[in-house]
T-cell receptor
Framework: GQQVMQIPQYQHVQEGEDFTTYCNSS?????IQWYKQRPGGHPVFLIQ?????EVKKQKRLTFQFGEAKKNSSLHITATQTTDVGTYFC???????????FGPGTSLSVIP | EPEVTQTPSHQVTQMGQEVILRCVPI?????FYWYRQILGQKVEFLVS????????KSEIFDDQFSVERPDGSNFTLKIRSTKLEDSAMYFC????????????????FGDGTRLSIL
């Protein structure tokens, strides 16, 4: 079945350093979604990428969708303590509504 | 801002008992979902529901699970005979449109129900 993988599993950074998490799907995705989950919280939608090669920015966050629509990345510039949490990528297969979440990358920011 | 609400926030149940988890999706949303998350692990898809029927379900969603939209506002998940391994956080989510589309149709998640099976 479809698998979505993310690396790294954990990342500890000093405040002000950059952070990147990578997401890979075993199958082509119709779109890729990114979510952030704070400890004890629920997943919160960050963004959706739809087009092959698409790049979107939200302030210090940059999201990319690969040309083959099977991989994606999230890059945070100059991390802050408010960035702490687990970042999940998630994607439905083409034409299906079954969304598969990656295992997440847990980000810790040391002040 | 409209929210997905889930009740109860915490449910403790004896193994073998039936449990019903309740959700009120955002009012103009048409697609509804249940996910579960075992502590410290990833979010796992259970089922999606549209137009009063299941549109997709995962291998986890076996005969012990069922979903229902009993009225115009509630969306429920029933586990018929709970097992220890059903202990997890259960999230309900809703979206205005289908997720596998080319338009921005995010899912909005509720705060979850923590289910503890004894």
């Amino acid at each position: 079945g479809q698998q979505v993988m993310q690396i790294p599993q954990y990342q500890h950074v000093q405040e002000g350093e950059d952070f990147t998490t990578y997401c890979n799907s075993s199958t082509t995705l119709s779109n890729i979604q990114w979510y952030k989950q704070r400890p004890g919280g629920h997943p919160v939608f960050l963004i959706q990428l739809v087009k092959s090669g698409e790049v979107k920015k939200q302030k210090r966050l940059t999201f990319q969708f690969g040309e083959a629509k099977k991989n994606s990345s999230l890059h945070i510039t100059a991390t802050q303590t408010t960035d702490v949490g687990t970042y999940f990528c998630a994607g439905p297969k083409t034409s299906y509504d079954k969304v598969i979440f990656g295992p997440g990358t847990s980000l810790s920011v040391i002040p | 801002e409209p929210e997905v609400t889930q009740t109860p926030s915490h449910q403790v149940t004896q193994m073998g008992q039936e449990v019903i988890l309740r959700c009120v999706p955002i009012s103009n949303h048409l697609y509804f979902y249940w996910y579960r998350q075992i502590l410290g692990q990833k979010v796992e898809f259970l089922v999606s529901f549209y137009n009063n029927e299941i549109s997709e379900k995962s291998e986890i969603f076996d005969d012990q699970f069922s979903v229902e939209r009993p009225d115009g506002s509630n969306f429920t998940l029933k586990i018929r005979s709970t097992k220890l391994e059903d202990s997890a956080m259960y999230f309900c989510a809703s979206s205005a449109g289908a997720l596998a589309t080319y338009s921005n149709q995010p899912q909005h998640f509720g705060d979850g129900t923590r289910l503890s099976i004894l």
